[in-house]
């Protein structure tokens, strides 16, 4: 796994928010052909997904740099957060990340493979095992977190921090009311 370009892709061009979009033209579209519906839904959730998509696809660029993508970002990023010595169980991951046992097996089994991290038998119940980030390991992921956020960042410069906080207190109630 290699060091990757100092820069992710830049966010592109960023219309003035009168300016119609994608969604706008499909929401129009609905409403000429069934005037009855109310679609602020589909326009909101039209762009979240669009947008969840776009920042997606940057973010895995970031991560690909580093020859990693998100399954393995997840796993490497969760053992970095649990803090020294940065060891979990395979159960406390795959419970952290909502994985399938053989889906999260197959995720160590290619970061052990990579020597990213190492898996080793648990001194207190001989029957389990404990994932370390490997010293490479934890190189990776803190420099790959950065990327990832470089990338993201990227998308939220041309709001002002007041209006970040605004977006974040906004779609906290959504995901709140969405549960």
Do not use: C, H
């Not at 001989?126 to 470089?150: H, S, W």
């Not at 906290?172 to 549960?179: C, D, E, G, N």
């Amino acid at each position: 796994m290699s060091t990757p370009p100092a820069d992710p892709s830049p966010a592109g061009p960023s219309p003035a928010s009168g300016d119609p979009d994608a969604v706008d033209v499909i929401t129009a579209q609905w409403q000429r052909v069934r005037p009855d519906l109310e679609t602020a839904a589909m326009a909101t959730f039209g762009r979240v997904y669009r947008l969840a998509k776009a920042v997606g696809d940057r973010t895995e660029r970031a991560y690909a740099a580093y020859g990693i993508g998100r399954g393995e970002f997840d796993v490497l990023a969760t053992l970095r957060r649990s803090g020294e010595p940065y060891t979990l169980s395979p159960r406390e991951l795959t419970a952290t990340l909502m994985l399938t046992t053989g889906g999260m097996t197959g995720r160590l089994d290619k970061l052990e493979k990579a020597e990213l991290l190492t898996r080793s038998p648990d001194p207190t119940d001989r029957r389990a095992l404990r994932v370390t980030l490997t010293p490479a390991g934890l190189d990776l992921i803190d420099q790959a977190v950065g990327a990832g956020l470089v990338a993201q960042q990227a998308v939220l410069d041309g709001l002002t921090p007041a209006e970040v906080e605004t977006l974040n207190d906004l779609l906290r109630r959504l995901l709140t009311a969405a549960s």
